[in-house]
Every structure is written in structure tokens, then in C-alpha cells.
């Protein structure tokens, strides 16, 4: 069995392996593969050793993520030849496409552009003509390549600059422009800014334009899967197509001097530029050589030796003045690593360029350090940092801020809690973190932001200044950048200093001075124990005498044998046993018991001897007077430490006298209370849900003819089982809310049902005797108060009644009415009210007696019980008047309910040759919601009622009912108004 689950286990794994081994392959293959076509077009793609590089292939890589694709590159010599491929469907997709109509009357479009180029003026190097010198323009002889539109680009972009564009001379292809240039018949050539070269330099950049991918017409799934992925890479990556062009394309967002500009370059004398002398790497004071070094000021080194201006850098103490005040004594032109803050207002003294550098900005701690709400937190800051401490007021204005030399010593001010917290620059921090010593400080998790270093221009320099120094740092690609980053850095992460060594290898020295201090340390140990061990036994024997002095009785020690001699016994003992001072001689325990008691002692000790079990043991001892004192021996084998062949017993002898007559008392109050149960009429119960224990008095059974159910299970939680009527759970659920909410009495009025099924009301009282942090223990008794209830509900019932007919007396009738107002029609279906009388009963009661009119009376009523349902209400008003309210129903089942009442109330009555019929006059009120009041609804009916007389008896009437001939005649007779029918 074990063999073949080590075999089924072994096969699992192996499963298991392969199928780890097989997801990339499996995920691989339900990609789909992209072919993708590209030909050398610069910066945008071409082949290198190989492989397709380029703008179009890293943005294909980012696309492929999201498209899941596996995209393939075939190589082509030109961008017709990739065209009739992608018409031909060899290739799926091509890159770098602008738009005109002739292609998108070939292609599909991406719906989004994935990049943008301009057209561009562009001259070989040299050229005596300057960067958008429009005075000149006009002589330029200009090529373009035929079929393409650069010349309507031209034409607008020469409108807007105010000259005249000089005629386009056309040429077959770019090729043919560039042979032209060399050979010196044209002065530059129309085109895209993508087709710059090395040698060559842009005159004039307008009109931006987008490039797209394009595919085959009828590849519309593809297209589709292009536009999500580029929707979403858009969405995600927005600065994408941004870094791509910087570093694919760089020549292209590069924006050559003005005249303007080259002549404010050749006539600028050196400018003077501060920077702080200890921010590494950013930039610091190098002693040895004298000069400025650093990121900052090698990227404006560079900026110089692209455009021609001339720089010093200035060291800048901002301790002894603060940056406002470098500029306004004249003591500097620039200052590098200034910090741009986006919530500041500008400057008058002197103005920001175009961000120089961006570095991450990060609160730093130590390890797993959170700031905690509402704290005061003392933040280090390098004393050099230009606009450090502003930045500081503006979006943590609650810290406290602590200035030091430089970023290590804030560092050290976090180690050695001087501080909480750093801010700064991650290029300042992260090479300073790889020192053993800064190991526990790391950046805090949602505390970042980007540093913008730029350089500072004082406000009375030329304007001019300014966007010449914003367009060399546009200029700066990112890998020369990047270059200067790494040097910079790698010159300031020197060797481990011999601090940061101590620190680093702080495990080995302690090792060595730990087993240096060892032995030392060992003795002086050894040399404590034995001083604390004679100490703790000392104060062990005190103990341990005080203990047994204290104890209701005395401590001795027995030989083995059946005598049981006393070897040793505490002066406890003695006086438990009236001796006191002046024990015995020779004393044995068998001198002192009963012989039975001391023979069955011994028996008991040889049986357990070879358990070496503790025996405990209740026995009369005899006192010195002659008395005998109950105790509890309690023994444990043990060895005689001079005799190990002899066993002794260790025994500890109590006085349970006080016991001895609690526990009668005990036994006397529990009988006491039996006979109290036994004879009271009330029910009484105990709950202890500690010991899961439920009494109940005999007489439950008596009551009940059952044993008694609990409340609450053993387990304290409640039992619903037989225990009330089903309709007074409630009343149950709410006793035992209460009492689990710690109320001490808690009444309680319910049914509880007999073993015959029948329920029996009771009044049932719980009292919480359990302290509140206790188990749960109640009592409670339970009193039948059942006559009592019913004997209530009688009295109430017969307050309601009339006594004959046992119907609703007239109150009674008007409460059950207006429970239900006011009436609302649904579906038809609304309240009716009908009032009716008995037709010649005062001659039946005149002719036969009243005998037979309360016959007639009780047959009537019958008959209303019988028509109507429960849920309808019918009364008896006194005499031969009777009402019925109907709930719920219709006015034609109103008018059939009538019907039925007229036929069973039309009744014969006959006695000593005397007759008399009778029957009833029924007037209908239906509930339309208008009604004010039960009255106004009754006096409606009674006026039907009355029409229903008029009308010759034995009929109903409804109260809306149209007046008949007969009545409007009777009415005009009588000059009564329409309303005093209730119209």
C-alpha cells in the first residue's frame, strides 16, 4: 500500500514538471504570428547583425504584450517592394507609414498614429545659411522628390514666416536629391525630418506629421487587434512614443541655432554658474584639480560644447547666503540643480529652464518605519539643497526640518535616531544604501515624487539665454545623458571606508571578543550559581517551613511497616494532636487510629507501593484528652536518603472537623429544601449550565403530566422543543434576551403545554443568581395562573358581545371598523358596510310573543354567521337592527351577499293560529376612500336602508343607487331636498 502511494506521488510530480514545462509552450502557441515588413527607413527600422532595430520594433514589442502576437520581420530593399508584399498579403503589417490618398485607397489605417514626424528643410553641413534665416530662403535652390506633397507644407509654412518660397526643383527619388546635393546643384532638398543623416543639418521643422501601421484590406481582424493593444498601450504607457523618438530619433527633435542665437553666442562673455560644492553626485567641489564635477555640471559642459557658450562654475555656501541673494550681488549668471516646485509662484531674481535632469524624490527611513498620524516628524536635510527646504514647507509644512553637511551625514542622523526621515534624490541615496551601515534604510512606500533640476538664469541676462539653454537641453539624448549619470556615479562609490569595514564585518569581531571574554566569563557564571543555588536553597527551607507551620494540621514522615513508627513530625502534628511541645517517645501512627482504620491504612499503601501513587485518606485520630478529630492523610512513597533500601512515606495530615460539619449542614439544607419543593404549589427550576445540570420540582409532573423541559440546554444555549405554545416563542426569545443581557429578574407570561397536548398559561420568573463574568446559573419558578387568564379573556369577550346573538355589541362593532379605516380600493376590490332591519318584527314580537321574536333574532344572526366569512365583522345594534362590515370585496359580490341575506332571513313564524312573516330591509354603503368618519359611513348605510323601506321592504339598496320615479314623485309631494337621503 505505502509502495504504491510513493509510486502515485513520483507520477504527480512528474505531471506536474511537465506540465510547468509545456505552459510557455502551449501559451506560445495560441498566440498568433505577425508578419511584419520593414526596409531601411532611419530611425524608424532597418537590420543590425541580423535583427530588426528601430522605433517601429520596440513599439511592436510593447504592442505584441497586449495583442499577445509573436511578431516575425521580413526585410525588404525598399518601401515599394514592402508595399506589394503587404498588397499581396505575404506580410500582415508595415510601420512608419504617413497618409496620403493613393494609400488609403490601398491600405487599412491603424485608427491611432504611433509616432510623428515633420517636414524639414535640410542642407549638408557647412551650408552658409542658418537655421530658419527667412531673409535668405528665397535664393535657396530647392529639390523635392517627385509625387511627394512637401511642397504644400512648404507653401503654408512660408505664408505663416512672412517670405517667398523659391520655385521646387523635382528629382525621381531621395537619392537622386542627395547626388544633386553633392554635386552641388542644389543648396538643400524638401523632405522628412526622419531622412536627416549624420552629415547633414536641418534649416527649417514645420508641420508635424503622423506615421501609422498599415495592412492588407481584407485583414480587418488584425487591424482590430492592433487598435485595442494601441488603445491601451496609450492609456498605460502615454510616454512611450515620447522616449522612443528621444532615443531612436534624436536628430530629428533636435532644433538647430538661429542667427539670432549664434550671434548672442559669439559675442557672451564666460558665464559664471553655481552649484552647491557637496550634493555627490549631482555635483560637488573636487579639491585635487579645483573644478566643479557632477551630473549637473557635466551636462552643462556638454550643452557648451554643442552650442559654444562658455562657462565657470562658482561654488555656492548657501549657509552664508541664500540663492536670491548670489544673484542679486552679482556673483553668479546661472545656478545648476535648482529645484522646481509646480506650486510656487515665478521668481522676479531669476527665472527656471526646461528640467535638466528628473531623478526620483523619496522619503527615506528605516526599514519598515510608517509615519504615524497627526506626529510631528523631524526630517534631515543636506544644508546645499537649493529649494529643498521649500519644497519641504509646501507638501509636508508639519515636519520639523534639521540641516547637515551633506546627504551621508543625514543618512547617520537616521541611523543614530537624530532624525526620522530623509528627503532627496535617489541618485544621491541609492549608492550611498549599498554601505553596510545604511542596510536598514529604504525608500517609503507611497512617499515619491520626481526631482526637476534646472538651471537658474539670472533675470538681467538676455531673454535670448534662456531659449537657447531650453533648446540644447531638449538636444541632450538620452544616452549621452545616461553616459554622465554612470560616470559620475561610479566616481563617487569609492571603497568601503574603515568605518563601513568595522561595520560590515561587526559579526566576526564580536565572535572573536566573545571567545576572547568566554572563559572569564564562564568562571565568573560558575562562581555566581553556586552562590545563588545556596541562597535559593536557604530561602526554599524557610519556605517550605513557614508552608507547613501554616497548614490546618502537621506534616510526618512513616517507616514502611506495619506499625507505621513516626520517624519525623512537625511541631503541627503535635499540637493538632494536644501534645504540643512534649511528643511521645517511639511514636507510631497505629498508636494513634482505630486498628481497624490502621490495618486497612496499611493494606491500601502495600497495594499501591509499586505505583508509587499518592493515597489519600479520611481518619479518626485520638487526641491526647481521649477525643477523636476527624482528618485527611494524604501520603507519597519516598526513600530514606541515609537507608535507600528502606522506603518512607512523606504525609501531610490535615483537620477536616470544620469540613466534617459543613458538609451535615449541607445535607440538613438540602432536605430542607426537598420538602419545600414538595409542598408548594409553584413550580421551581435551577439552570447551572457550569455543571450542564437541570432541576425542575416534582410537581411539574403533576401539572404537566411530563417531566420538566429547561429553558436552556446543558450547554447554555436555548431549547425550543415542548417547551411554550409555538405563538409564544417570542415572548420566550425576549426572557432569554434578557437574561442573557445580565437583568437579575425576568418576568414572563406564557403557555406551556401538558402531555395530552393541551396548553396550560403560566407566569414564569428567572432570577440570575451567576456573577456576570460567571457561567451561567439561574432559578426561577413557573405559576399557573391559567383560570386567571381565561376567566380574563371571558370577561373581555362578554364585554364585546350581545348576549343573545352572540355578535358584536355596537361598540364593540365600531372598534373592529375603524382598525380598518381608511379604506383603500385595489384592484376593484374595497369595504362595504351593510345595515339591516327586520321587517315586521314588532308584530311578530305583539302577535307571538317575545319568546319567538328572540327566536327570530337568533335564527337572523345564524344566518349572518353563516353568509359572511371570519374575516367580516357582524353586530347586533339593538332590536331588530343588525350590521355587517365586508372586507376585501367587490360590488357585485356585495349585491349576491345581499341576496343570500334576503333569502335566508324571509322566514315564517306560526303559533296559536296566529302567522307572521318576516323579512329584511338591507341599505348598502361601499368604501370609495371619501368617507371622513365610521359615522359619515354608517348614516349612508342607514339612509339606504330607510330608502329600501320606502321602497316596500324584503330589498337592498345601495347608497349611490339613482332615486326612481316613485321616490323623486313622493319627494316633490313632500318638498324634501335630495339630501336628506345623503346626497
Not at 619 to 648: E, S, Y
Not at 820 to 833: E, H, I, N, R
Request: hydrophobic share 40%.
Amino acid at each position: 500500500m505505502h509502495r504504491n502511494s510513493r509510486v502515485l506521488a513520483l507520477l504527480a510530480w512528474v505531471f506536474f514538471c511537465l506540465l510547468q514545462a509545456a505552459a510557455p509552450l502551449l501559451s506560445h502557441a495560441a498566440s498568433r504570428t505577425v508578419w511584419v515588413g520593414i526596409f531601411p527607413l532611419a530611425g524608424f527600422h532597418r537590420m543590425e547583425n541580423g535583427h530588426a532595430v528601430g522605433y517601429t520594433v520596440d513599439y511592436l514589442e510593447q504592442v505584441s504584450r497586449y495583442a499577445n502576437w509573436r511578431v516575425e520581420y521580413v526585410h525588404f530593399d525598399n518601401w515599394q517592394e514592402a508595399a506589394d508584399a503587404l498588397e499581396k498579403e505575404h506580410i500582415d503589417l508595415m510601420g512608419g507609414a504617413l497618409f496620403t490618398p493613393e494609400r488609403g485607397k490601398r491600405f487599412l489605417y491603424s485608427p491611432y498614429a504611433n509616432g510623428t514626424t515633420y517636414t524639414a528643410l535640410i542642407a549638408p553641413k557647412g551650408t552658409p545659411f542658418a537655421y530658419e534665416d527667412f531673409n535668405n530662403f528665397a535664393d535657396l535652390r530647392i529639390g523635392i522628390a517627385a509625387g511627394t506633397p512637401w511642397h504644400k507644407n512648404f507653401a503654408s509654412y512660408a505664408r505663416q514666416h512672412g517670405f517667398t518660397p523659391p520655385p521646387l526643383l523635382p528629382f525621381r527619388d531621395l537619392t537622386a536629391l542627395r547626388q544633386a546635393l553633392a554635386e552641388q546643384k542644389l543648396d538643400a532638398v524638401l523632405t522628412t525630418v526622419t531622412a536627416l543623416r549624420d552629415d547633414e543639418v536641418i534649416l527649417a521643422k514645420f508641420n508635424p506629421l503622423p506615421f501609422f501601421f498599415i495592412g492588407n484590406r481584407s485583414n480587418h481582424a488584425l487591424m482590430d487587434e492592433l487598435e485595442q493593444a494601441m488603445a491601451q498601450l496609450k492609456l498605460e504607457q502615454p510616454d512611450l512614443e515620447s522616449r522612443l523618438a528621444h532615443t531612436h530619433m534624436w536628430r530629428s527633435y533636435q532644433t538647430p541655432l538661429t542667427k539670432a542665437e549664434r550671434d548672442f553666442v559669439a559675442e557672451s562673455p564666460l558665464l559664471r554658474v553655481g552649484f552647491p560644492p557637496n550634493r555627490k553626485p549631482m555635483s560637488w567641489f573636487d579639491p585635487a584639480t579645483g573644478e566643479a564635477r557632477g551630473i549637473l555640471p557635466d551636462i552643462l559642459r556638454l550643452i557648451g560644447r554643442t552650442s559654444g557658450l562658455r562657462f565657470t562654475f562658482v561654488p555656492m555656501n548657501l549657509g552664508d547666503a541664500n540663492l536670491d541673494e548670489y544673484f542679486v550681488r552679482d556673483k553668479i549668471d546661472l545656478c545648476v540643480g535648482a529645484l522646481f516646485d509646480p506650486c510656487a509662484k515665478g521668481n522676479p531674481v531669476y527665472t527656471l529652464s526646461a528640467p535638466l535632469l528628473r531623478s526620483g524624490l523619496n522619503l527615506y527611513g528605516k526599514n519598515f518605519f510608517e509615519i504615524p498620524p497627526a506626529t510631528s516628524l523631524a526630517v534631515a536635510l543636506p544644508q546645499n539643497w537649493l529649494g529643498g527646504r521649500a519644497y519641504m514647507e509646501t507638501y509636508y509644512p508639519s515636519t520639523r526640518l534639521q540641516f547637515f553637511d551633506s546627504t551621508e551625514d543625514c543618512l547617520n542622523a537616521v541611523v543614530e535616531n537624530k532624525a526620522d526621515l530623509l528627503l532627496q534624490n535617489t541618485l544621491e541615496v541609492d549608492y550611498l544604501l549599498t554601505r553596510p551601515r545604511f542596510k536598514d534604510i529604504s525608500a517609503l512606500q507611497g512617499c515619491s515624487g520626481i526631482e526637476e533640476a534646472r538651471v537658474g538664469i539670472n533675470a538681467t541676462v538676455p531673454p535670448i539665454l534662456l531659449s537657447l539653454i531650453n533648446k540644447q537641453i531638449m538636444e541632450v539624448d538620452e544616452k549621452s545623458k545616461s553616459q554622465i549619470i554612470s560616470e559620475n556615479i561610479s566616481a563617487v562609490a569609492g571603497p568601503l571606508s574603515l568605518k563601513d569595514m568595522a561595520y560590515e564585518h561587526r559579526t566576526l569581531l564580536a565572535v572573536t571578543g566573545e571567545l576572547l571574554l568566554f572563559p572569564l566569563a564562564f568562571v565568573a557564571y560558575v562562581l555566581y550559581l553556586r552562590r545563588k543555588n545556596k541562597s535559593l536553597a536557604q530561602k526554599s527551607e524557610r519556605r517550605l517551613t513557614n508552608i507547613t507551620n501554616n497548614i490546618n494540621g502537621g506534616v510526618i514522615s512513616l517507616a514502611a511497616n506495619e506499625r507505621l513508627d513516626i520517624r519525623n513530625a512537625n511541631s503541627g502534628f503535635w499540637y493538632l494532636l494536644d501534645y504540643g511541645d512534649n511528643p511521645p517517645e517511639k511514636p507510631s501512627l497505629a498508636d494513634f487510629m482505630l486498628p481497624a482504620e490502621a490495618e486497612h491504612l496499611y493494606q491500601r499503601l502495600e497495594q499501591q507501593r509499586q505505583e508509587n501513587a499518592t493515597i489519600s485518606m479520611e481518619l479518626n485520630l485520638r487526641r491526647k484528652d481521649g477525643l477523636w478529630l476527624p482528618a485527611l492523610l494524604r501520603c507519597t512513597w519516598a526513600c530514606d536518603a541515609h537507608d535507600a533500601a528502606q522506603p518512607c512515606l512523606d504525609c501531610v495530615v490535615v483537620d477536616i472537623t470544620e469540613q466534617k460539619r459543613m458538609n451535615e449542614q449541607l445535607e440538613q439544607e438540602k432536605e430542607r429544601y426537598r420538602i419545600i419543593l414538595e409542598q408548594s404549589q409553584d413550580i421551581i427550576f435551577d439552570v447551572d449550565t457550569e455543571k450542564g445540570q437541570y432541576t425542575c420540582s416534582p410537581n411539574f409532573f403533576s401539572k404537566f403530566g411530563r417531566e420538566g423541559t429547561p429553558l436552556f440546554a446543558p450547554d447554555g444555549r436555548p431549547r425550543n422543543d415542548q417547551v411554550v405554545h409555538p405563538d409564544d416563542l417570542p415572548a420566550l426569545a425576549e426572557m432569554r434576551r434578557r437574561v442573557r443581557s445580565r437583568e437579575r429578574t425576568v418576568f414572563g407570561v406564557m403557555r406551556i403545554p401538558t402531555a395530552q397536548g393541551r396548553y396550560i398559561w403560566c407566569r414564569v420568573q428567572t432570577t440570575r443568581i451567576s456573577k456576570n463574568d460567571a457561567p451561567l446559573r439561574i432559578v426561577g419558578k413557573i405559576v399557573d395562573i391559567d383560570e386567571e387568564v381565561r376567566r380574563r379573556a371571558e370577561l373581555e369577550r362578554l364585554s364585546q358581545r350581545d348576549s343573545l346573538t352572540d355578535l358584536y355589541n355596537k361598540t364593540a362593532f365600531r372598534e373592529r371598523v375603524m382598525q380598518s379605516l381608511p379604506a383603500t380600493v385595489l384592484d376593484g376590490k374595497t369595504y362595504a358596510l351593510l345595515f339591516l332591519d327586520l321587517d315586521n318584527f314588532k308584530a311578530l314580537n305583539d302577535s307571538l310573543g317575545h319568546i319567538v321574536g328572540d327566536t327570530a333574532l337568533a335564527e337572523a344572526a345564524d344566518a349572518l354567521k353563516r353568509i359572511f366569512r371570519n374575516a367580516d365583522a357582524v353586530g347586533r345594534f339593538g332590536g331588530d337592527e343588525f350590521c355587517v362590515f365586508a372586507m376585501g370585496i367587490t360590488r357585485n359580490a356585495i349585491a349576491a351577499r345581499a341576496e343570500s341575506v334576503l333569502q335566508a332571513l324571509s322566514m315564517h313564524f306560526e303559533q296559536d293560529g296566529k302567522a307572521v312573516d318576516i323579512t329584511a330591509s338591507i341599505g348598502i354603503y361601499v368604501f370609495d376612500g371619501s368617507e371622513t368618519t365610521y359615522e359619515d359611513a354608517l348614516q349612508k348605510a342607514d339612509n339606504a336602508q330607510y330608502r329600501a323601506k320606502q321602497l316596500g321592504k324584503n330589498r337592498y339598496v345601495f347608497h349611490d343607487d339613482p332615486l326612481t320615479h316613485e321616490e323623486l314623485a313622493a319627494a316633490q309631494q313632500r318638498g324634501d331636498e335630495l339630501d336628506g337621503f345623503g346626497f
